[in-house]
C-alpha cells in the first residue's frame, strides 16, 4: 500500500475538494483510491497504486500554504528476492515543515525515496516570493539497464527502424511525433502505443485511451506498426524483458540519427504505464494557435526550459503536418491587409493556399514543416523561421517573440549546437514521469495492456 497522510485541520469534503475532480475519479474508478480517518485530525489517502499518490504529490494538488512533502523508502522484508522486492512509501502533507520532517526523519530539503517509489522534491512551500510548485518526477534510467539480460537491445531495434526507414523515410518523423507525445501526456511510458478503443469513448463504449482523442488521431499509423514490428523482434531474443517505452525510446533517437541527426545515447528502464486515459491528452499537448506563453509554461511544467523548447521544436526539421494545423494562416487572418499571416513569407503563402484552398480541399494534403530540405535533419528549420517560412504559428512565434528569438538565432547559425541541445532535451524529456516497479508493466504487444483496466 502507499499513504499520502494530510494535517491542515481539513474535514473530509474539504480535502475531496482540494484533490481535482478528474484525477480523484480515475484513481477511485480503478478502485485503487479511497479517503478515510486516520488518526485525530489527520486523513489519509490509501492507494494499492503508487501512481495515484505520486499524480497527486507531483501535481502539487495538496501541498497548499505552508505544507511541505517529505518521503521515506520502506523495503519490504518478505517477498524481497535478489533485490527485486516491493518498494513502499509514504508521503506526509502537513502544516509546518517541522512537523513533516521530524515525521519522515529528514533535514529540510533532503533528498529521499528509492528508485521505485520516485522520491519527492522541491515540494511547494511558504508564501510569495519563495513559493514554487514541485518540480516533475524524474526516475533515475541507465545506458546499461538491459547489459545483462537483453545487451543487443539496440542492435535489434536499429535492424527494424533502418528497414523502415529505407522504404518509408516518413515513418522518422512519425516515430518521432509519437514520442513527443507520449511524453508529454504523463510521461514516457507508451500509453499512447494503447490501441484505440471501440467506438472511441462514446456512451457505453469502452473507456477512451489517448489515442481516441482528436489530437492523437491524426498519428501516422506507420509509427504504431513500426514500434510493433521493433517489439516482435525484440520478444524473439528477449522475451518478456524490454519494455515498449524504452522502444520507442530508442526507435525516436534512430530515425533521428539516420535522417542526419545526433546519435546519442538512451537511457533505459522505463516501465509501461497500466492506464491510457484519453482526459489526460488536452491539457498536456500544444495546439495549431498556442501561444509562446502557452508553450513555455508547458514546457516548464515538465521540467523543460526555454532552451528545450526552441531545442526540441527543432524536430520539425522534418515532418509534414496536414493543412487543418496552418489554414487559420493562410485566409481572413486577423489585422490583415492580404488576408494572410504577414508573418508568413508571401511565396509560401501563396503556394500554401494552392495546396491547401478555404474550404472543400482533399484532407490527405500535407505541406513539409521544413521547405528547404523537408527529409534532412539539420537547422535549416531555424533560417526557415528568420526567413518567414515556419509552417506553424507555434513555430514561427519562437522568432517572433523576444524571449526565444536569440535562441532561434543561436541554434540557426551552430547546426552542431543545435545537434547538442537537442539530444540534451531528448534526453530530458525521455525521463519525464517514466513509471517503475509497480507502477508499470512489461506489455508483450505494445498496444494491448498485460491485463484488462
Known amino acids: 500500500m502507499a499513504y499520502l497522510v494530510c494535517s491542515n485541520g481539513y474535514d473530509k469534503d474539504t480535502l475531496n475538494s482540494l484533490i481535482a475532480d478528474h484525477l480523484f475519479n480515475v484513481c477511485n474508478s480503478l478502485g485503487l483510491l479511497a479517503l478515510e480517518r486516520w488518526a485525530g485530525p489527520f486523513w489519509r489517502l490509501v492507494t494499492a497504486d503508487a501512481?495515484?499518490?505520486?499524480?497527486?504529490?507531483?501535481?502539487?494538488?495538496?501541498?497548499?500554504?505552508?505544507?511541505?512533502?517529505?518521503?521515506?523508502?520502506?523495503?519490504?522484508?518478505?517477498?524481497?528476492?535478489?533485490g527485486h522486492g516491493r518498494s513502499h512509501f509514504y508521503l506526509f502533507l502537513v502544516l509546518s515543515c517541522?512537523?513533516?520532517?521530524?515525521?519522515?526523519?529528514?533535514?529540510?530539503?533532503?533528498e529521499a525515496g528509492s528508485n521505485d517509489a520516485g522520491g519527492v522534491r522541491n515540494a511547494t512551500?511558504?508564501?510569495?516570493?519563495?513559493?514554487?510548485?514541485?518540480?516533475?518526477?524524474?526516475?533515475?534510467?541507465?545506458?546499461?539497464?538491459?547489459?545483462?539480460?537483453?545487451?543487443?537491445?539496440?542492435?535489434?531495434?536499429?535492424?527494424?527502424t533502418a528497414q523502415r526507414f529505407r522504404e518509408r523515410p516518413a515513418t522518422g518523423a512519425a516515430v518521432i511525433r509519437v514520442f513527443f507525445h507520449d511524453?508529454?501526456?504523463?510521461?514516457?511510458?507508451?500509453?499512447?502505443?494503447?490501441?484505440?478503443?471501440?467506438?472511441?469513448?462514446?456512451?457505453?463504449?469502452?473507456?477512451?485511451?489517448?489515442r481516441d482523442v482528436e489530437e492523437n488521431r491524426s498519428l501516422p499509423e506507420e509509427a504504431f506498426e513500426t514500434i510493433e514490428m521493433a517489439k516482435a523482434a525484440v520478444e524473439r531474443e528477449c522475451p518478456g524483458v524490454v519494455t515498449c517505452a524504452d522502444i520507442l525510446a530508442v526507435a525516436a533517437r534512430d530515425f533521428v540519427h539516420l535522417a542526419g541527426g545526433p546519435n546519442y545515447a538512451v537511457k533505459k528502464g522505463r516501465k509501461d504505464s497500466r492506464v491510457s486515459l484519453a482526459a489526460k491528452v488536452g491539457p498536456n499537448l500544444s495546439r495549431a494557435n498556442s501561444t509562446v506563453d502557452d508553450l513555455l509554461r508547458l514546457f516548464?511544467?515538465?521540467?523543460?526550459?526555454?532552451?528545450?523548447?526552441?531545442?526540441?521544436?527543432?524536430?520539425?526539421t522534418i515532418g509534414f503536418s496536414h493543412c487543418d494545423q496552418f489554414v487559420g494562416r493562410l485566409y481572413d487572418f486577423r489585422?490583415?491587409?492580404?488576408?494572410?499571416?504577414?508573418?508568413?513569407?508571401?511565396?509560401?503563402?501563396?503556394?500554401?493556399?494552392?495546396?491547401?484552398?478555404?474550404a472543400g480541399g482533399n484532407g490527405d494534403v500535407v505541406a513539409p514543416f521544413d521547405v528547404r530540405t523537408p527529409f534532412d535533419f539539420d537547422h535549416m528549420y531555424y533560417g526557415n523561421l528568420e526567413a518567414g517560412m515556419g509552417l506553424l504559428a507555434t513555430d514561427q512565434a519562437l522568432?517572433?517573440?523576444?524571449?526565444?528569438?536569440?535562441?532561434?538565432?543561436?541554434?540557426?547559425?551552430?547546426?552542431?549546437?543545435?545537434?547538442?541541445?537537442?539530444?540534451?532535451?531528448?534526453?530530458?524529456?525521455?525521463?519525464?514521469?517514466?513509471?517503475k516497479g509497480k507502477t508499470g508493466e512489461i506489455r508483450k504487444v505494445c498496444s494491448k495492456h498485460l491485463s484488462p483496466y
Open 51 to 82: 501512481w495515484c499518490i505520486e499524480e497527486i504529490v507531483d501535481r502539487g494538488l495538496l501541498a497548499g500554504d505552508g505544507c511541505v512533502a517529505c518521503a521515506a523508502p520502506w523495503k519490504e522484508a518478505k517477498g524481497d528476492q535478489g
Open 98 to 110: 517541522l512537523v513533516a520532517c521530524s515525521i519522515c526523519g529528514f533535514a529540510e530539503g533532503s
Open 125 to 160: 512551500k511558504g508564501k510569495g516570493k519563495g513559493k514554487r510548485r514541485a518540480a516533475p518526477i524524474r526516475h533515475q534510467l541507465s545506458l546499461d539497464f538491459y547489459s545483462s539480460n537483453c545487451p543487443q537491445l539496440d542492435r535489434i531495434v536499429a535492424s527494424v
Open 183 to 210: 511524453c508529454f501526456v504523463e510521461g514516457c511510458d507508451a500509453s499512447v502505443l494503447i490501441a484505440p478503443s471501440a467506438g472511441g469513448g462514446r456512451a457505453g463504449a469502452a473507456p477512451a485511451v489517448e
Open 300 to 316: 516548464a511544467g515538465k521540467g523543460l526550459s526555454a532552451v528545450d523548447l526552441v531545442a526540441l521544436s527543432g524536430a520539425h
Open 335 to 358: 489585422g490583415s491587409a492580404t488576408g494572410g499571416d504577414p508573418s508568413l513569407d508571401p511565396r509560401l503563402l501563396k503556394a500554401l493556399r494552392m495546396s491547401c484552398p478555404r
Open 399 to 435: 522568432y517572433s517573440d523576444r524571449r526565444t528569438r536569440p535562441l532561434v538565432q543561436e541554434l540557426g547559425r551552430d547546426k552542431a549546437r543545435f545537434f547538442e541541445a537537442f539530444a540534451a532535451g531528448m534526453d530530458k524529456m525521455g525521463s519525464i514521469r517514466v513509471k
